[in-house]
């Protein structure tokens, strides 16, 4: 985690941060400054400790990070690791943008169910955000990022989820490389006649089948993006009862 207590006020971790008394946040146990000279400075639990908070990876650190940092260079409030208890969330980084809307940014690094992203955008409305954000790490979107324009890739159903409810393509971090790439997928129409084809679950299963849709498989193309945040009305906006999301905003030419 980037934020621990210190006499019950928030700090975040930097590498100039002295050593003391610091405590996880969600379980009070001791929370150890890791300054680490190739990682980001981070807080960890002791070896064996049970939270929830524990166990991060450096990826979701440094993602976590970038955003804060960038956000922060651009004028916007940034919380990291923003902790709602009464509900069990703790927004990765919350984003208060200058027209006053409080965007929750959530960094994704390993799978997770659609029911449990729907769960968390209802709980951020709940708690005052005006959007989630999914933003997909390097981990889980390995293959997005790593693709030439037009290769066909298989993509997370959650990833494919956050492409179709939201039509403004699917960002995913290079945490590494400090970039945010908008990505896009395109159907993929397998003809009949001696044409491979494969399941759901990705396995080939046979030739000689009517065109298909496939599923999973997608054409992918990307985009750089800057870190700016635009909002925009989602395809689900009715008149009176606007769907907004929140968007990077391309990057100026
Ligand atoms: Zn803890």
Known sequence: MLVAQRSG??????????????????CASDAILKRGRVKVA????????????????????????????????L????????????VGRRVDVAVTVPTGDRVA???????????????????????????????????????????QEDDEARVPNEILWVHDRYHQGVFVIDERAERMWRCNFGRIVRQGESRQWYTE????????????????????SRTEVGFALTSRQT????????????VFTSKQA
């Open 235 to 246: 395809r689900y906006h009715k008149p009176g009862h606007p769907d907004f999301t929140v």
């Open 201 to 220: 679950d990705g396995e080939l299963t046979g030739v000689n089948y009517p065109d298909q849709a496939l599923k999973f498989t997608k054409t992918v």
């Open 42 to 73: 981070h807080f960890a639990h002791a070896p064996g400790a049970v939270c929830d908070w524990a166990g991060e990876s450096m990826r979701h650190h440094l993602a976590k990070r970038l955003l804060a940092d960038r956000f922060r260079a």
């Open 105 to 147: 940014v959530e960094v994704q690094d390993s799978a997770i169910s659609v029911n449990e992203m729907q769960r968390r955008n209802r709980t951020d409305r709940g708690i005052g955000f005006f959007a989630t954000m999914w933003v997909f790490t390097s981990s889980r979107a390995a293959r997005l990022l790593a693709a």
């Open 75 to 86: 004028g916007y409030t940034v919380e990291i690791e923003e902790p709602h208890l009464s």
């Open 9 to 26: 006020e928030r700090v975040e971790a930097t590498r100039d941060l002295p050593d003391g008394a610091y405590a996880c946040p969600m």
